[in-house]
Nanobody, 126 residues
């Protein structure tokens, strides 16, 4: 049974920072790419960032480039999302997910991820 547990969400003022963490168990973490998604009320789940199994390759949605950084520690089975210069439009529930298979150019599609965490709320006040 694969488990992904996110933490680090909260309430922050615009311009502030948060670091999300996602701890994985139940599979060989270092073999899989990991992604972060978010979902705001009334909106579809949106891709945020993905990191390859080695950490060498990272990809971001345009709206967070230069503000968010995804990283991983394979020794700790943990993936991180450092979020700086937060904006009210970043408010959402953030989910980490494990990508199924070798990372390819469909990483923005939720259906390509086979395990998901329960989510952590991020609220950015203006």
């Amino acid at each position: 049974q694969v488990q992904l547990v996110e933490s680090g969400g909260g309430l922050v003022q615009a311009g502030g920072s948060l670091r999300l963490s996602c701890v994985a168990s139940g599979r060989t973490f270092r073999n899989y790419a990991m992604g972060w998604f978010r979902q705001a009320p009334g909106k579809e789940r949106e891709f945020v960032a993905v990191i390859s199994w080695s950490g060498v390759n990272t990809y971001y949605v345009d709206s967070v480039k230069g503000r968010f950084t995804i990283s991983r520690d394979n020794g700790e089975n943990t993936v991180y999302l450092q979020m700086n210069s937060l904006k009210p439009e970043d408010t959402a529930v953030y989910y980490c997910a494990s990508y199924g298979g070798n990372l390819s150019n469909d990483y923005e599609r939720p259906i390509r991820y086979d395990f998901w965490g329960q989510g952590t709320q991020v609220t950015v006040s203006s």
